[in-house]
């Protein structure tokens, strides 16, 4: 037992060092040198969980999904909502979630995750989309499908953007912004003036438990 | 003149080269050598033009503003679609353009384009968008400002899923979903019901004139 949260923790020492690299340097220039360098490990504990830089970046990749918490919400609006909110929140914060969206968003040598991580995006706001209209949260005639792509690919360039122009500081602003121009085409009137668009202090809600 | 016409159009040819070389393969991996082989130019040629690597990227980057042109429209919210639906048009048929929004979006050793590129796009929706204001298309108490930032924003990673899922066959109809999500939001009831979200067919309208 001991060995193996040993192992957990070495697995996911390697995983921050290759992440701090992959966030600076991109797939291509890092190197497993410089991850081992960071991680203080010795290549053999690398290799025991990684067989190779791609192995790295696939995981990290991987860890993107783990982001994408459905937060306990009676109104699954507000589910939607704060799912992003608090996507945005963790890539402020994570740097592991930081180089999964950068080896998403780039394309290199590293065999491409393609459409996965957006699928996967996609797949948990339209759920919540499709629990909301089941409510009668959602306007008639609002095409779920369309929605859910738009709000992904949205999402995308506004971190992208809040990134280049200021490390990310004005991300849940931005992400704030989108949901005040994209509900009132989404919601009903009725629910629109109880939808919030920022997390709620963490003492007060569902959104701090679901931190790690 | 004549020799002036052959220095253009060896410039040209060198862009050209050096865009299908960085839209394949990022800007670091990209050696002047195969800028070089694929222009079919000199490298005294290239090296007339440009002294670096460095300095081709910087001049594809730079290219990035020509495609924004701001079409002749008496509705001004219809010329900040059209802005957007033309410029779209073009990132699926110009490598130039397309190798251009690659060197942006991601980061590399090339000394990073930064804001720019953003920043163009924002002037000239938000100076389409200020007129539009003045003239009465949109909705009392929208922040241009903040619609200017959305758009670009949601631009981007739009045409970067549109790439990933599909080569950006379906940008068009993305930015066509853009808009008619958007539109309700910002412009006057009696206007929005005039507004195209797809261009008109190049024999009706100014965009084909717009036109290289």
Redesign the interface.
């Known amino acids: 037992m001991a060995v193996q949260v040993r192992g957990e923790r070495s697995r996911r020492s390697i995983l921050e060092a290759a992440a701090s690299v992959f966030d600076e340097r ?1 797939y ?2 890092a190197s497993t040198t410089e991850i081992l360098a960071r991680s203080g490990l010795t290549r053999g504990a690398l290799y025991h969980h990684f067989p190779s830089k791609e192995a790295i970046a696939a995981a990290l990749v991987a860890a993107q999904s783990e982001a994408l918490v459905v937060p306990e919400q009676p109104m699954k609006l507000q589910a939607v909502v704060d799912l992003t909110l608090e996507y945005a929140r963790r890539l402020r914060t994570d740097p592991v979630l930081r180089a999964s969206v ?1 080896l998403t ?5 590293f065999a ?1 995750p ?2 996965t991580p ?1 699928q996967q995006a996609a797949d948990a706001i339209l759920g919540l989309l499709r629990a909301a209209e089941r409510q009668g949260e959602t306007l008639p005639g609002v095409d779920l499908d ?2 859910t ?2 709000v ?7 971190q ?3 990134q ?2 200021c490390g990310r500081q004005d991300l849940m602003e ?1 992400v704030s ?2 949901w ?3 509900l ?2 989404i919601a009903t009137p009725g629910l629109l003036a109880r939808l919030r668009t920022t997390l709620p202090p963490p003492e007060a809600g569902a959104a701090g438990e679901a931190r790690e």
């Open positions: 991109g291509d220039a950068r968003v780039e394309q290199s040598s491409h393609g459409r957006y369309e929605v792509q738009f992904v690919g949205a999402f995308t360039g506004v992208l953007m809040s280049v122009y931005r912004t989108m005040r121009l994209l009132p085409g």
